[in-house]
Nanobody, 124 residues
Framework: QVQLVESGGGLVQAGGSLRLSCEASGRSFSTYTMSWFRQAPGKERVLVATTNGNSGSTYYADSAKGRFTISRDNAKNTVYLRMNSLKPEDTAVYYC?????????????????WGQGTQVFVSS
C-alpha cells in the first residue's frame, strides 16, 4: 500500500508562489507515475501536472504551462509542484496521486493512490 502525504498549501496573494510537496511510502517510487490534480468547489478533479515513472518526463495541463513546475526526488520519495504567478482561479484543493503504471494518464480513475489533499487559496 502506498501512502501519500501532501504539504505546502496555504493562502497566497495573486502573483505569489507556493511549493507543494508529496512524500510517498513504498520501495518502487521511481517507477510510479506521480501527478498533481486539483479540485475547486463544485467542479471535477482535474490533472495539473504529471511526471512519469522511470523516464521522469513531464506533462502539464494548459492552465499550468509556463507557471507550474513538477519535479521529483526519487531518493526522498517526494514529488513537488512549484507554482508561480498564482491566480485566484488556481484556488482549489490539490491532490497528489500515484499510479503504478510508469506511463502517465490524465484521468483520475487511472490512479490507485491518493493523498488527503492540501488547500491552496489565492486572494485577488
Amino acid at each position: 500500500q502506498v501512502q501519500l502525504v501532501e504539504s505546502g498549501g496555504g493562502l497566497v496573494q495573486a502573483g505569489g508562489s507556493l511549493r507543494l510537496s508529496c512524500e510517498a511510502s513504498g520501495r518502487s517510487f521511481s517507477t510510479y507515475t506521480m501527478s498533481w490534480f486539483r479540485q475547486a468547489p463544485g467542479k471535477e478533479r482535474v490533472l495539473v501536472a504529471t511526471t512519469n515513472g522511470n523516464s521522469g518526463s513531464t506533462y502539464y495541463a494548459d492552465s499550468a504551462k509556463g507557471r507550474f513546475t513538477i519535479s521529483r526526488d526519487n531518493a526522498k520519495n517526494t514529488v513537488y509542484l512549484r507554482m508561480n504567478s498564482l491566480k485566484p482561479e488556481d484556488t482549489a484543493v490539490y491532490y497528489c496521486a500515484a499510479r503504478i503504471n510508469p506511463y502517465g494518464s490524465t484521468r483520475a480513475i487511472d490512479y490507485e493512490h491518493w493523498g488527503q489533499g492540501t488547500q491552496v487559496f489565492v486572494s485577488s
